[in-house]
């Protein structure tokens, strides 16, 4: 029962970031401990905050202390490993406790301030409430006198089935009043249930016996030591597309749970948790929890609270689900851990590889990342006998990887073809639509056209508020900047800078789909992009239409070229590629090779060959002639002399501070002085390997109106490192800097922030 607690409160600065110190009333000392969310009065007027407990009985610095206005039940308290979390972000990523706190439990689970009934106290409130929906089951025998309805019949065969909500009831076309009329006459019982705590009720249980091919079985045999010792292990399941790493993993979840143990599975992006949702809930059935971003804040809620309250054994979701309030794990699986969707854009900047390394660590669990691609950094661990390396070499089922075609565009324009689709890509489409069979096309760039160029002065019309070019959005009839989501509706027809003719030029997914739905009127066409997936759920409604053949070329973004399983597909093509082999940022080309790689995976996975055509104006390019020729380990010792030769990642740490604010001179002078202070401090550490560039301004140098400026630190991302950078921090705070520009810091960054 402590007496006094130290409480990290919310909205406080880097240099503020510390422990208060408040009192604790007699009343509220039994539901005090570390890591309960608490209300306190802060500042010179005592303005009520929200804060969290992070130590119990601390010495107080002066004798008048402030008492907590209100402390949040127990269900609200972080567990002890969580809690734990939010010192480790604190420590490694530079953010604020509260920052951490609040990446730590999901919007649903946390609290807000409020005042009581009397409209003066303060006291906290959930931002959600738990909400709850009729259930209804069979419990007595519907008397045929009177005469029952047809709706009646039809409610109590339902029901017969076993239980159902008043939601599956209505969709079967029987009202709350016949429900009402059968619980009255004592044939149904009525009880109140967690809405939407089983989101994936429908996917039928199989628990089929998972039967792995011989490579597969010694992979599996290979990382079984590693999953059965009680210390943490770290291994990389390397296998070539199509080659059954999910059996493995099924395998080893199995395993896990008859250990006594729980799993977590994180995959990149929402696109592709519903095919592995599918796999976990058809084997492991309704102990499957789920958490990432498109659900809605009620579902994730209720997912926590299952998780926390000990219903799930497994958690599959995107990078969030790594902060799952999951005990005694065992197992923690990264899927395509290659992909960039793993390391955060704000703040905490955590990539969940290190937070998962860190709670295999201190559940004693076996960290397993898989990929066909590998990032150079895990595949260099690897061989360099810091992680476990276990390989996939065949396909499942013996087939073989893909035929590739490379496509020179500059060719096919010459031959008179003026369309972003090649003549090869639209034979082979053919074929491959008169054979029954389906097409997945890779463009990532959503939109119709993508940028408007003036005919006269040949400007690029950019975003009012940002320095990229906006995007032309056919379906809209707008320019759309997809940075701060600026739109002008309608498009100007002429130049604001010169009043000349505006050409529309580029090719996104809707000008694909428009051309695809030209050449092959009879074909059904699936867009997948952002602006196509955004209604709830319709990643998994679209990809299960796809899987029932209602369509038979889908289009796509990134979203479209990982993870994805479909039996039928045997052509793949690569449209408009070559904008990425350009890209800045040292990961450009293991960006590429990754993507393509990948997407060339998606065809052929049963009994029929694949094929895949990539189109380029580089046919030349060894990146994509390794991609085409599926060959990682070729790329990996090209990419990795580059690295060492320009003393990038896995060689040294990259961290990245990026400062911004509406005024660019004082953005600039402001990223000059954090320089400075962090040269001085250097100085005193002579023996400390750092390397400094910059400041200069981003690679996009505005965003939403804020000028954006960035200095780049190539050195050992260890904790002297760390601590220099939180002392520059800590300097940068008290010359109130912060007003000029606001600072980030990005230790996972591929070099801009």
Known sequence: MPKTVGVAVSNATFHFDKLYTYAVMPDQQEAVRLG????????????????VVLAC?????????KYLFDVAPASACLTPELLRLVHFLKERTFCTYYEAVKAVIPYGAQYKPALAADGVTPVLQKQLTRHTENCYKLVGILQQKPKPTAKQLAAVALLGGGERTQNEMEAHGISRAVLDNLCAKGVVECSKVNKSIDLYSSIPLKNEPIRLTAEQQAAFDALLPGLEDAAPHSALLYGVTGSGKTLVFLKLIERCLALGRRALVLVPEISLTPQMILRLKGQFGRRVAVQHSALNHTERLLQWQMIQDGGADIVVGTRSAIFAPLENIGLIIIDEEQEHTYRSESSPRYAAHEVARQRAAENGALLLLASATPSTESFYAARQGRTQLVRLTQRYGGNPLPSVKIVDMRAELAAGNPREISLAMEDAIRRNLDAGKQTILLLNRRGYQTMAQCDDCREVLKCPKCSVPMVYHKAGHKLLCHYCGTQLDPPPKTCPACGGKLLYRGFGTQKAEEELAELFPEARV????????????????????????????MVGTQMVAKGLDFEDVTLVGVLGIDSLLFAQGFRAYETVFSLITQVVGRSGRAKAPGFAIIQTTDPDNPVLNLAAAQDYDAFFEQEIAYRKLGLYPPFCGLCVVGFSGPKEIEVARAAARFAALLGRQAAQQPDLPLRVLGPTPGNIEKINENYRYKLTIKCRADKRFRDLVRQTLGLYEQEKLPAKATVAVDMHSDGDI
């Open 36 to 51: 309960s969310m608490v209300l306190v009065p802060f500042g010179r007027g005592s303005k009520a905050r929200m804060g």
């Open 57 to 65: 009985d601390e010495e107080p610095e002066h004798a008048k202390l």
């Open 526 to 553: 699936l867009r997948m992009d952002q602006d196509s997936t955004a209604a709830k759920d319709a990643h998994e409604k679209l990809l299960a239409k796809f899987a029932r053949h209602e369509y038979d070329i």
